[in-house]
């Protein structure tokens, strides 16, 4: 997911562990309330276009 934000670096130093671990989860529900979409922890289809599109 980190690849996907124009290759910028992310806001919120997150350690590659290969696993949906606290962090990233910690990591996607802060994106979510950025973008203003649910906050569900769960990175479907309005998450990706968030983490695509989204100045968060």
């Known amino acids: ?3 996907t934000r124009r290759g910028r670096r992310p806001t919120v130093w ?4 290969s696993d949906f671990g606290p962090a990233t989860l ?3 529900r802060w994106l979510q ?5 649910e906050v569900d922890g769960d990175v479907g289809r309005d998450t990706w276009r ?3 599109t989204s100045s968060c």
């Open 26 to 28: 910690r990591g996607v």
């Open 33 to 37: 309330s950025c973008a203003r979409i």
């Open 14 to 17: 997150l350690e590659q562990d």
């Open 1 to 3: 997911m980190r690849r």
């Open 50 to 52: 968030a983490l695509r």
